[in-house]
C-alpha cells in the first residue's frame, strides 16, 4: 500500500478505475496491433490503450487509502482478470480507425461483483462495468495516431474517437453489435495493471503481478516493468523456479527459441521488456535447463535464434541434453542438418518438421511443427486433433519444453482443440513421473560443449 499522507485525504469527487491493456496472446487485427507494441508498461498510462471500468464515489464513502484497500482485496478474491478482444464484425476496414467487441473474464466479472460489496460502485453508461451488470459485449474503438510522437488520441472503451480539426478527441457513443457470424477468432489479454484515477488524473497504479500500489511515476520505471513481467511469467508457468527433472529418460520438443531477436518480443507477444532480450535469453534457457537433464533428447525444430549478436554455437553450449536440430529458415544453412524426422513413438506416426506449409502429401499420422508461433491460432493451435498437428513454437507451449509423452497422451486421449498447452498438466506429469518408453534416436553426432548435437542428412 502507498504510505504517503498526501495519498490518503477524503476526497469530494468520484474516482475512475481503468483496465490498461496488458499483454495480448496472439496477434491482434486492426489498429490495436499497431498500438499495442510491447506490454506498455514503461509508458504514462495515458499513451497505452485502456478501458474504462467503473468509477467510486469516494465522497460517500471513504478516502482514498479505503478505495485501493478495496480494489487490492477484490482483486485477490478474484479470478484471473482478463478481456477477450475482438474486431466488431461488419466494421469496413479504415486504415485510422478499429472497432472491437470486448468480453470479460470470470475473474474481471468477480472483481468488479466483489468490489461492488465494499465500496459503491458506479456503473456508469459506457464504462465496463455497466456492461457487466448488464450482461452485454461492450465495443471498444481506437484511434492510430496521424503523426509521429502524436500522444493527443486516447483509446476509449464503448466509444468511437474521430480526431477533430482542433486537436482534441470526440467520444461519441458507439451502437454495440452483435458476435454473431465473425470472421476472426477472439484474443485474450492478461490485464497487469489498473489505473486509478481522480478527476481524470492517474493517481494510483495497481500492479496485478507485484499485488502492490505504486505511484504513477514509479509504475513507468524499468525496474518495476521487469519485476511486474518477472511475477507475471512466474505466475503463468512461462518462467520456473526450480528444476523439473523426471527420473526416466525423456524426449523433449520445442521450437523456435528466436534467441537475441529483440523485435520477435512485441511480434510474438512474448512477456519481455523489448529493451532487455538478454532476460528473455536467460529465461528460456534456464527453462530448458530445468527441465531437460544430461541423460535427456530434444528435438528442436529449427530458429534457435535470430538477429543476435551471439553465434547459435554459443547458445547450444548453454543447453542440456542431446539435440536432434532440424532446420528452420533462421538458422545457418548447414548440408548436414535435417529438414524433418520421422518416429514412431508408443505406434503412432510423428512427422517433426519446422514449417507445416511445407508437407508436400499428406502424412498419415501427426505433425509436429513449429514455424507460425502464436500467429494463427485458428489454423494452428496448440493441439488441433482435426489437421492432426502440434505447434510447440515457444510461445504455444509456455516457453519450456514440453516431452514427446505429454503430446503422445493428447494424442491418444482428447479430440477437443488446444489453444494453448496447460502447463499445470505438464506440473502433475513432473509430480507424479511414470515411466517412459524408449525411443532410439540417430547415433551420428557431434559434441558442442556441454550439449550432444545431432545433424542428420
Same mark, same amino acid.
Given at each position: 500500500?502507498?504510505?504517503?499522507?498526501?495519498?490518503?485525504?477524503?476526497?469530494?469527487?468520484?474516482?475512475?478505475?481503468?483496465?490498461?491493456?496488458?499483454?495480448?496472446?496472439?496477434?491482434?487485427?486492426?489498429?490495436?496491433?499497431?498500438?499495442?507494441?510491447?506490454?506498455?508498461?514503461?509508458?504514462?498510462?495515458? @499513451?497505452?490503450?485502456?478501458?474504462?471500468?467503473?468509477?467510486?464515489?469516494?465522497?460517500?464513502?471513504?478516502?482514498?487509502?479505503?478505495?485501493?484497500?478495496?480494489?487490492?482485496?477484490?482483486?485477490?478474491?478474484?479470478?484471473?482478470?482478463?478481456?477477450?478482444?475482438?474486431?466488431?464484425?461488419?466494421?469496413?476496414?479504415?486504415?485510422?480507425?478499429?472497432?472491437?467487441?470486448?468480453?470479460?473474464?470470470?475473474?474481471?466479472?468477480?472483481?468488479?461483483?466483489?468490489?461492488?460489496?465494499?465500496?459503491?460502485?458506479?456503473?456508469?453508461?459506457?464504462?465496463?462495468?455497466?456492461?457487466?451488470?448488464?450482461?452485454?459485449?461492450?465495443?471498444?474503438?481506437?484511434?492510430?495516431?496521424?503523426?509521429?510522437?502524436?500522444?493527443?488520441?486516447?483509446?476509449?472503451?464503448?466509444?468511437?474517437?474521430?480526431?477533430?480539426?482542433?486537436?482534441?478527441?470526440?467520444?461519441?457513443?458507439?451502437?454495440?453489435?452483435?458476435?454473431? $457470424? @465473425?470472421? $476472426?477468432?477472439?484474443?485474450?489479454?492478461?490485464?497487469?495493471?489498473?489505473?486509478?484515477?481522480?478527476?481524470?488524473?492517474?493517481?494510483?497504479?495497481?500492479?496485478?503481478?507485484?499485488?502492490?500500489?505504486?505511484?504513477?511515476?514509479?509504475?513507468?520505471?524499468?525496474?518495476?516493468?521487469?519485476?511486474?513481467?518477472?511475477?507475471?511469467?512466474?505466475?503463468?508457468?512461462?518462467?520456473?523456479?526450480?528444476?523439473?527433472?523426471?527420473?526416466?529418460?525423456?524426449?523433449?520438443?520445442?521450437?523456435?527459441?528466436?534467441?537475441?531477436?529483440?523485435?520477435?518480443?512485441?511480434?510474438?507477444?512474448?512477456?519481455?521488456?523489448?529493451?532487455?532480450?538478454?532476460?528473455?535469453? @536467460?529465461?528460456?534457457? @534456464? $527453462?530448458?535447463?530445468?527441465?531437460?537433464?544430461?541423460?535427456?533428447?530434444?528435438?528442436?525444430?529449427?530458429?534457435?535464434?535470430?538477429?543476435?549478436?551471439?553465434?547459435?554455437?554459443?547458445?547450444?553450449?548453454?543447453?542440456?541434453?542431446?539435440?536432434?536440430?532440424?532446420?528452420?529458415?533462421?538458422?545457418?544453412?548447414?548440408?548436414?542438418?535435417?529438414?524433418?524426422?520421422?518416429?514412431?513413438?508408443?505406434?503412432?506416426?510423428?512427422?517433426?518438421?519446422?514449417?507445416?506449409?511445407?508437407?508436400?502429401?499428406?502424412?498419415?499420422?501427426?505433425?509436429?511443427?513449429?514455424?507460425?508461433?502464436?500467429?494463427?491460432?485458428? $489454423?494452428?493451435?496448440?493441439?488441433?486433433?482435426?489437421?492432426?498437428?502440434?505447434?510447440?513454437?515457444?510461445?504455444?507451449?509456455?516457453?519450456?519444453?514440453?516431452?514427446?509423452?505429454?503430446?503422445?497422451?493428447?494424442?491418444?486421449?482428447?479430440?477437443?482443440?488446444?489453444?494453448?498447452?496447460?502447463?499445470?498438466?505438464?506440473?502433475?506429469?513432473?509430480?507424479?513421473?511414470?515411466?517412459?518408453?524408449?525411443?532410439?534416436?540417430?547415433?551420428?553426432?557431434?559434441?558442442?560443449?556441454?550439449?550432444?548435437?545431432?545433424?542428420?542428412?
Amino acid at each position: 500500500m502507498i504510505r504517503s499522507e498526501s495519498w490518503c485525504d477524503i476526497d469530494t469527487s468520484r474516482y475512475r478505475l481503468d483496465l490498461q491493456l496488458g499483454i495480448p496472446q496472439s496477434r491482434l487485427q486492426g489498429t490495436l496491433e499497431w498500438w499495442m507494441g510491447d506490454p506498455g508498461l514503461c509508458r504514462d498510462p495515458d @499513451r497505452h490503450p485502456y478501458l474504462v471500468l467503473a468509477e467510486i464515489a469516494a465522497r460517500e464513502w471513504g478516502s482514498m487509502q479505503e478505495v485501493m484497500q478495496a480494489v487490492a482485496q477484490s482483486t485477490e478474491a478474484s479470478g484471473p482478470i482478463l478481456v477477450s478482444v475482438s474486431p466488431a464484425p461488419g466494421e469496413p476496414y479504415m486504415q485510422e480507425i478499429s472497432s472491437y467487441q470486448i468480453v470479460p473474464s470470470p475473474g474481471l466479472r468477480s472483481f468488479v461483483l466483489l468490489l461492488s460489496r465494499i465500496c459503491p460502485v458506479i456503473a456508469s453508461p459506457g464504462s465496463l462495468a455497466d456492461d457487466i451488470t448488464r450482461g452485454t459485449q461492450a465495443s471498444f474503438s481506437t484511434v492510430r495516431s496521424l503523426l509521429p510522437g502524436d500522444s493527443t488520441l486516447s483509446p476509449c472503451r464503448n466509444t468511437e474517437m474521430r480526431k477533430t480539426s482542433s486537436n482534441t478527441t470526440k467520444c461519441p457513443t458507439a451502437t454495440l453489435q452483435s458476435l454473431k $457470424n @465473425r470472421n $476472426n477468432e477472439p484474443v485474450l489479454i492478461d490485464i497487469l495493471r489498473i489505473i486509478l484515477r481522480r478527476e481524470e488524473y492517474p493517481v494510483a497504479v495497481y500492479d496485478l503481478s507485484q499485488k502492490k500500489w505504486l505511484h504513477p511515476s514509479e509504475s513507468v520505471m524499468r525496474k518495476n516493468a521487469r519485476l511486474s513481467l518477472r511475477s507475471f511469467r512466474i505466475g503463468k508457468g512461462y518462467q520456473i523456479t526450480r528444476s523439473m527433472y523426471r527420473e526416466a529418460p525423456q524426449i523433449y520438443v520445442i521450437s523456435d527459441l528466436h534467441l537475441g531477436h529483440a523485435n520477435g518480443i512485441p511480434r510474438y507477444k512474448r512477456p519481455f521488456l523489448l529493451s532487455d532480450p538478454g532476460e528473455m535469453d @536467460r529465461v528460456l534457457i @534456464r $527453462n530448458w535447463n530445468w527441465t531437460v537433464k544430461e541423460g535427456d533428447a530434444t528435438v528442436f525444430l529449427g530458429d534457435l535464434a535470430f538477429m543476435s549478436p551471439n553465434p547459435p554455437e554459443s547458445y547450444l553450449r548453454r543447453l542440456h541434453g542431446s539435440i536432434f536440430f532440424l532446420e528452420g529458415n533462421h538458422d545457418p544453412y548447414s548440408p548436414t542438418m535435417s529438414h524433418c524426422l520421422l518416429m514412431r513413438y508408443k505406434g503412432v506416426p510423428y512427422l517433426f518438421i519446422h514449417n507445416p506449409e511445407e508437407l508436400v502429401k499428406p502424412f498419415d499420422g501427426w505433425v509436429i511443427h513449429g514455424h507460425v508461433h502464436n500467429k494463427e491460432l485458428a $489454423n494452428y493451435p496448440f493441439f488441433n486433433p482435426d489437421k492432426r498437428t502440434v505447434n510447440v513454437s515457444a510461445e504455444m507451449i509456455g516457453y519450456r519444453p514440453i516431452s514427446l509423452d505429454e503430446i503422445h497422451s493428447l494424442v491418444a486421449g482428447t479430440d477437443e482443440v488446444i489453444l494453448f498447452r496447460d502447463l499445470s498438466q505438464a506440473d502433475e506429469m513432473v509430480r507424479d513421473d511414470p515411466v517412459v518408453a524408449n525411443c532410439r534416436f540417430p547415433e551420428k553426432g557431434y559434441d558442442a560443449g556441454k550439449a550432444r548435437v545431432f545433424l542428420h542428412s
